[in-house]
T-cell receptor, first 114, second 115 residues
């Protein structure tokens, strides 16, 4: 049972480069989300999705795009990387689009922008 | 809008000491509350949750939390910590936004337990 799988685990980019962080879950969860974790800031929601074809913005969406073409996958795209996007990114999922259940988290992607 | 405040940013304890981490939330509706733990280099894992009923909730590894509605608090406790409890702890609240429950996390508390 893989749960939530994120790739890559580490990445270094130059300013202005683009990149897609991958997230896949095998639990048939409807709700998926992306967070960034910065020291002293906790987890901040970037984007979330309540099902295939439906996405919405979280607290810090600027500079990031998402799409949800399948239930399993929820990629996060950085179109033009900036040093301020250096962070650890976590993908999470939970059962039920509108449920109040806790989330399952992936192992994270540590991203550095030079 | 909902918010979560964790008052202790860094806590250092010796093994066998008692632990209490504060969490206060702001939300006008029915709340669902969570504590997650993140061990060094790992992802967040659920420690315990409160939906309704008994306000004293027991979680894994001997942790418990008490929901006090009048104080908007959900403090995490453990009577005797171990070195393996060294981790970062996050309080979170689920609030409804446009029909869906969107979690908001506190800034986290870093706990270091000395052997």
């Amino acid at each position: 049972n893989a749960g939530v799988t994120q790739t890559p685990k580490f990445q270094v980019l130059k300013t202005g480069q683009s990149m897609t962080l991958q997230c896949a879950q095998d639990m048939n969860h409807e709700y998926m989300s992306w967070y960034r974790q910065d020291p002293g800031m906790g987890l901040r929601l970037i984007h979330y999705s309540v099902g295939a074809g439906i996405t919405d913005q979280g607290e810090v969406p600027n500079g990031y795009n998402v799409s949800r073409s399948t239930t399993e996958d929820f990629p996060l795209r950085l179109l033009s990387a900036a040093p301020s996007q250096t962070s650890v990114y976590f993908c999470a999922s939970r059962t039920g689009a509108y449920s109040n259940q806790p989330q399952h988290f992936g192992d994270g992607t540590r991203l550095s922008i030079l | 809008a909902q918010s979560v405040s964790q008052h202790n940013h860094h806590v250092i304890l010796s093994e066998a000491a008692s632990l209490e981490l504060g969490c206060n939330y702001s939300y006008g509706g029915t709340v669902n509350l969570f504590w997650y733990v993140q061990y060094p280099g790992q992802h967040l894992q659920l420690l315990l949750k409160y939906f309704s009923g008994d306000p004293l909730v027991k979680g894994i590894k001997g942790f418990e939390a008490e929901f006090i509605k009048s104080k908007f608090s959900f403090n995490l406790r453990k009577p005797s910590v171990q070195w393996s409890d060294t981790a970062e702890y996050f309080c979170a609240v689920n609030g409804k936004t446009g029909g869906s429950y969107i979690p908001t996390f506190g800034r986290g508390t870093s706990l270091i337990v000395h052997p």
